[in-house]
């Protein structure tokens, strides 16, 4: 199965309840709120509820939003298992006030990644309907923005730190999980 059909083929996994990114920084030896957690293959394994097999491939999708823009922002990830579909992971993270849409956004890939590297996957496809965020990851468009290009460096080291991954863009409609969890 494409990972891009996913959404169509999903099974949920009802145990799998989102969590807020508070809660699973303070699972992280090393992770704080404001100060992103830089992961290595040498960093201690975090204390994690799921552990997964490196072997497989697994796709993140994230949103961002902000209402004002800037104003309050937060955002969504959701990891699914790319084979069978099915949700693994989902988290949210509140931003609080001043933050761009696109800061947002970023900051949902961000989490997501650390996230998903933390509980072992190696093996990537980044997936979100935030046009400019996919084609500056895919280093089609310039990072123009002074206040991106923080997000944007750090985005960058974190996928390149997985064996393999992938970036693509989604329609909205595709992305309404990661979504959800942006507005909580």
Same mark, same amino acid.
């Given at each position: 199965?494409?990972?891009? !059909?996913?959404?169509?083929?999903?099974?949920?996994?009802?145990?799998?309840?989102?969590?807020?990114? &508070?809660?699973?920084?303070?699972? =992280?030896?090393?992770?704080?709120?404001?100060?992103? $957690?830089?992961?290595?293959?040498?960093? !201690?394994?975090?204390?994690?509820?799921?552990?997964? +097999?490196?072997?497989?491939?697994?796709?993140? @999708?994230?949103? *961002?939003?902000?209402?004002?823009?800037? /104003?309050?922002? *937060?955002?969504?990830?959701? $990891?699914?298992?790319? &084979?069978?579909?099915?949700?693994?992971?989902? *988290?949210?993270?509140?931003? /609080? &006030?001043?933050?761009?849409?696109?800061?947002?956004?970023?900051?949902?890939? $961000?989490?997501?990644? @650390?996230?998903?590297?933390?509980?072992?996957?190696? +093996?990537?496809?980044?997936? /979100?309907? +935030?046009? $400019?965020? =996919?084609?500056?990851?895919? /280093?089609?468009?310039?990072?123009?923005?002074?206040?991106?290009?923080?997000?944007?460096?750090?985005?960058?080291?974190?996928?390149?730190? #997985?064996?393999? #991954?992938?970036?693509?863009?989604?329609? @909205?409609?595709?992305? +309404? @999980?990661?979504?959800?969890?942006?507005?909580?």
């Amino acid at each position: 199965r494409s990972p891009v !059909n996913m959404s169509k083929q999903r099974k949920r996994n009802m145990s799998a309840a989102p969590v807020a990114f &508070d809660d699973v920084t303070n699972r =992280i030896p090393g992770a704080t709120e404001n100060q992103p $957690l830089e992961i290595s293959e040498t960093s !201690n394994t975090p204390t994690m509820a799921t552990q997964l +097999s490196p072997d497989k491939t697994y796709v993140l @999708r994230f949103d *961002g939003g902000s209402r004002g823009n800037p /104003g309050v922002a *937060g955002s969504g990830m959701v $990891l699914y298992d790319a &084979d069978e579909g099915t949700e693994v992971w989902s *988290g949210y993270h509140f931003m /609080g &006030d001043g933050y761009t849409n696109n800061e947002a956004e970023y900051k949902g890939i $961000l989490e997501g990644l @650390r996230c998903a590297y933390a509980m072992g996957a190696r +093996s990537v496809v980044v997936q /979100g309907d +935030s046009m $400019l965020v =996919i084609k500056q990851l895919e /280093g089609k468009w310039r990072v123009k923005a002074e206040n991106l290009r923080p997000y944007y460096q750090k985005a960058m080291k974190l996928l390149q730190q #997985f064996d393999s #991954f992938h970036v693509n863009h989604i329609e @909205r409609a595709e992305n +309404s @999980r990661a979504d959800e969890l942006a507005n909580e």
